[in-house]
């Protein structure tokens, strides 16, 4: 049986800044999260969005990921920012403490 992949991932802008968009459910840990965002800080960039506009729900590798984007832009005194979540998506991420160092817009 073959395990079908729900996530995808794209890359694009947010009121001027560039974005990762997350498409379907954000339930694993994706690597190519991970590059497009070593290639957007690559490009000398300090600020990504996280654009959920079309993310259907949260987990907890999610917030994983979140995480280590978060550092990685922390590391280089850039910023983070969140679009576009669900009051479900807050909730979760205010449970994890992670609301604190995210930027909504």
């Given at each position: 049986?073959?395990?079908?992949?729900?996530?995808?991932?794209k890359k694009g802008m947010y009121s001027g800044i560039?974005?990762?968009s997350?498409?379907?459910?954000?339930?694993t840990v994706?690597?190519?999260i991970?590059?497009?965002v070593?290639?957007?800080?690559?490009?000398g960039k300090k600020d990504i969005v996280?654009?959920?506009?079309?993310?259907?729900?949260?987990?907890?590798s999610g917030i994983a990921v979140l995480i280590k984007a978060l550092k990685k832009v922390q590391n280089i005194e850039g910023t983070l920012y969140i679009a576009n979540i669900t009051q479900d998506m807050y909730e979760l991420l205010s449970?994890?403490?992670l609301n604190r160092f995210l930027k909504y817009i």
């Open positions: 049986m073959a395990i079908q992949k729900n996530l995808e991932v560039d974005a990762v997350v498409v379907g459910a954000f339930d994706d690597t190519h991970d590059s497009l070593d290639e957007i800080l690559g490009q996280f654009d959920f506009s079309e993310t259907s729900y949260l987990t907890s449970c994890s403490s």
